[in-house]
C-alpha cells in the first residue's frame, strides 16, 4: 500500500508545502484581482452614467489597445483563459504549457482585464480567475518539479478549481468544474488530489476575506417537484439561445482571424463601437460583468427584454474581439434576464426561482458543463434545497445546446490555441 501511494501521489514535504504557498497566494492575487476589476467597472459605469458620449471615445481606444497589443505581444492572454487550461492538459509539450501557463500569463491577464473594464467591455473576471489560479499553481511547478503527466495535469487542474472557488466562493463547483472541463482524462487518484486541495483553498479564502454569498441568500425559496415540468419551455428557450451564442462566437473569431495589422485595427474599432453603442444606450448597464444586475433582477427589479438582447449581443461582440474575458457571470446575467422576463408567465412559482433556473439553463447551454452550472449558481445563492431541478433543466438545455453546435465552445478554444502551437 505505501508502494502504491508514493507511486501515485507526490511524496516529498516540498511538494505539498509549495501546494499550500500556491493556495495561499491565489487566494490573496485572485481575490486583489477581483477588487481592482470590480473597482474599474464601477469606474466606467460612473463616468457613463453621467455622460453617456464618452462611450464611443473611451470603448474603441481600450478595444483597439489591447487587441493589438494582446495579438501581437501575449496572444495567451486573449479570451477567457479557461481553454488555455484545456489546451495545456490536452498538450504533451513542456513549451506549449508553459506559453500557456505562468506568472507573467497571470500578470498579463489581471492588466488587461482592468483595462477592458475601465474601457466598458462587458467580460466577466470569474473565468479570467480560473486561467490566473492555474497559472498560479503551474508557476509553482517550477519550485516543485513534478514530472509525471497525470500530477502536472492535477496540478493544472487544481489551479482552474482554486480560481472559481475564490472567485465565486463555490468549493463544489470548483470541483466539479476541473473534473467536467478541465480533468476528465485525470485518473481517480489525480482527482482525490484535486478534492483535498479544492477543501484547503476554500479554507484559505473563508479564512482570509469572510465567508460570504456571491449573490445572495435566496434559501427562503423553494419548487415543489410536481410543478418542475413548468419548467420544460424555459429550459428549451435558454437551450437555444446558449447553443447560437456559441455557434456564433466561434463563427466570429475564426471569420476575424487575420495576419494583417490594418485589419486587426478596423475590427477592433468597429467592435469597440458596437459595444459602446450598447453601453450609450444602456447608459452602462451592460457593461462589466453583469453581478450588480443580476442582483437588481433578484431583488425583483425589471431591467427588460432590451437588458437581456443588448447584454447578450454586447458580450458576443466581446467575445468575438478576442480581448481577455471571462463568460461565466455576463452567461449568468443574461440568463437572469431570461427568467426574468418569463416569469410572469409561472404563476405558480416565485418570480426569484425562475430567475435561479434560467441562470443554470443558460449557463449550461453557453460552457456545456451542467454540473458545474448546477452547483455554481445554487452555491451562490445558498439554494442547493433546489438541486433536483436544477439538474433536470440543465441538462435539458444542455442537450439542446449540443444539437446547434455539437462541441462545447470552451474546447473549440482549446483547439484553436493547440493549433497555433502546433501541439
Given at each position: 500500500?505505501?508502494?502504491?501511494?508514493?507511486?501515485?501521489?507526490?511524496?516529498?514535504?516540498?511538494?505539498?508545502?509549495?501546494l499550500?504557498?500556491?493556495?495561499?497566494?491565489?487566494?490573496i492575487v485572485?481575490?486583489?484581482?477581483?477588487?481592482?476589476?470590480?473597482?474599474?467597472?464601477?469606474?466606467?459605469?460612473?463616468?457613463?452614467?453621467?455622460?453617456?458620449?464618452?462611450?464611443?471615445?473611451?470603448?474603441?481606444?481600450?478595444?483597439?489597445?489591447?487587441?493589438?497589443?494582446?495579438?501581437?505581444?501575449?496572444?495567451?492572454?486573449?479570451g477567457?483563459?479557461?481553454p488555455?487550461?484545456?489546451?495545456?492538459?490536452?498538450?504533451?509539450?513542456?513549451?506549449?504549457?508553459?506559453?500557456?501557463?505562468?506568472?507573467?500569463?497571470?500578470?498579463?491577464?489581471?492588466?488587461?482585464?482592468?483595462?477592458g473594464?475601465?474601457?466598458?467591455?462587458?467580460?466577466?473576471?470569474?473565468?479570467?480567475?480560473?486561467h490566473?489560479?492555474?497559472?498560479?499553481?503551474?508557476?509553482f511547478?517550477?519550485?516543485?518539479?513534478?514530472?509525471?503527466?497525470?500530477?502536472?495535469?492535477?496540478?493544472?487542474a487544481?489551479?482552474?478549481?482554486?480560481?472559481?472557488?475564490?472567485?465565486?466562493?463555490?468549493p463544489?463547483?470548483?470541483?466539479?468544474?476541473?473534473?467536467?472541463?478541465?480533468?476528465?482524462?485525470l485518473?481517480?487518484?489525480?482527482l482525490?488530489?484535486?478534492?483535498?486541495?479544492?477543501?484547503?483553498?476554500?479554507?484559505?479564502?473563508?479564512?482570509?476575506r469572510?465567508?460570504?454569498?456571491?449573490?445572495?441568500?435566496?434559501?427562503?425559496?423553494?419548487?415543489?417537484?410536481?410543478?418542475?415540468?413548468?419548467?420544460?419551455?424555459l429550459?428549451?428557450?435558454?437551450?437555444?439561445?446558449?447553443?447560437l451564442?456559441?455557434?456564433?462566437?466561434?463563427?466570429?473569431?475564426?471569420?476575424?482571424?487575420?495576419?494583417?495589422?490594418?485589419?486587426v485595427?478596423?475590427?477592433?474599432?468597429?467592435?469597440?463601437?458596437?459595444?459602446?453603442?450598447?453601453?450609450?444606450?444602456?447608459?452602462?448597464?451592460?457593461?462589466?460583468?453583469?453581478?450588480?444586475?443580476?442582483?437588481?433582477?433578484?431583488g425583483?427589479?425589471?431591467?427588460?427584454?432590451?437588458?437581456?438582447?443588448?447584454?447578450?449581443?454586447?458580450?458576443?461582440?466581446?467575445?468575438?474581439?478576442?480581448?481577455p474575458?471571462?463568460?461565466?457571470?455576463?452567461?449568468?446575467?443574461?440568463?437572469?434576464?431570461?427568467?426574468?422576463?418569463?416569469?410572469?408567465?409561472?404563476?405558480?412559482?416565485?418570480?426569484?426561482?425562475?430567475?435561479?433556473?434560467?441562470?443554470?439553463?443558460?449557463?449550461?447551454?453557453?460552457?456545456?458543463?451542467?454540473?458545474?452550472?448546477?452547483?455554481?449558481?445554487l452555491?451562490?445563492?445558498?439554494?442547493?434545497?433546489?438541486?433536483?431541478?436544477g439538474?433536470?433543466i440543465?441538462?435539458?438545455?444542455n442537450?439542446?445546446?449540443?444539437q446547434?453546435?455539437a462541441?462545447?465552445?470552451?474546447?473549440?478554444?482549446?483547439?484553436?490555441?493547440?493549433?497555433?502551437?502546433?501541439?
Amino acid at each position: 500500500m505505501r508502494r502504491y501511494l508514493s507511486h501515485q501521489f507526490p511524496n516529498e514535504i516540498k511538494t505539498y508545502a509549495s501546494l499550500l504557498l500556491a493556495s495561499i497566494a491565489s487566494v490573496i492575487v485572485i481575490t486583489f484581482f477581483l477588487e481592482v476589476s470590480d473597482y474599474a467597472q464601477h469606474s466606467f459605469k460612473n463616468l457613463i452614467g453621467t455622460d453617456p458620449y464618452l462611450s464611443f471615445i473611451i470603448t474603441p481606444i481600450i478595444f483597439v489597445g489591447i487587441v493589438y497589443v494582446a495579438k501581437y505581444y501575449c496572444h495567451y492572454v486573449q479570451g477567457s483563459g479557461i481553454p488555455q487550461l484545456i489546451a495545456a492538459t490536452d498538450s504533451r509539450n513542456k513549451s506549449i504549457r508553459e506559453q500557456l501557463l505562468s506568472f507573467r500569463i497571470a500578470l498579463g491577464k489581471i492588466g488587461f482585464i482592468f483595462l477592458g473594464m475601465l474601457g466598458g467591455a462587458p467580460i466577466g473576471i470569474e473565468g479570467p480567475s480560473i486561467h490566473i489560479g492555474g497559472s498560479i499553481f503551474y508557476g509553482f511547478n517550477r519550485f516543485i518539479k513534478l514530472n509525471r503527466k497525470f500530477l502536472i495535469h492535477a496540478l493544472i487542474a487544481i489551479g482552474g478549481s482554486a480560481g472559481l472557488i475564490v472567485a465565486f466562493n463555490a468549493p463544489i463547483a470548483g470541483f466539479l468544474f476541473a473534473y467536467e472541463e478541465i480533468g476528465r482524462k485525470l485518473k481517480k487518484q489525480a482527482l482525490i488530489l484535486i478534492a483535498i486541495m479544492s477543501g484547503i483553498v476554500y479554507l484559505f479564502a473563508i479564512m482570509y476575506r469572510g465567508d460570504v454569498n456571491y449573490l445572495t441568500n435566496l434559501s427562503t425559496y423553494s419548487l415543489e417537484l410536481t410543478l418542475v415540468w413548468q419548467l420544460l419551455p424555459l429550459a428549451i428557450l435558454a437551450g437555444v439561445l446558449g447553443g447560437l451564442f456559441s455557434k456564433s462566437t466561434l463563427f466570429l473569431i475564426n471569420k476575424f482571424i487575420t495576419h494583417s495589422k490594418l485589419k486587426v485595427i478596423t475590427i477592433a474599432v468597429v467592435l469597440g463601437f458596437i459595444v459602446a453603442s450598447f453601453n450609450y444606450l444602456s447608459t452602462g448597464q451592460v457593461a462589466g460583468s453583469g453581478k450588480d444586475e443580476v442582483l437588481l433582477m433578484l431583488g425583483g427589479t425589471d431591467l427588460g427584454l432590451d437588458f437581456v438582447v443588448m447584454k447578450y449581443f454586447a458580450t458576443l461582440t466581446s467575445l468575438a474581439s478576442t480581448i481577455p474575458g471571462g463568460l461565466f457571470m455576463p452567461s449568468i446575467s443574461i440568463g437572469a434576464g431570461i427568467g426574468s422576463e418569463v416569469a410572469s408567465f409561472y404563476t405558480q412559482i416565485d418570480t426569484q426561482v425562475i430567475i435561479i433556473m434560467a441562470m443554470i439553463a443558460y449557463l449550461s447551454a453557453v460552457i456545456r458543463a451542467p454540473l458545474t452550472s448546477v452547483f455554481v449558481i445554487l452555491e451562490m445563492t445558498t439554494t442547493l434545497h433546489l438541486l433536483i431541478p436544477g439538474l433536470m433543466i440543465a441538462f435539458i438545455a444542455n442537450w439542446i445546446s449540443k444539437q446547434i453546435f455539437a462541441q462545447p465552445i470552451y474546447e473549440a478554444l482549446a483547439d484553436n490555441y493547440l493549433k497555433l502551437t502546433g501541439k
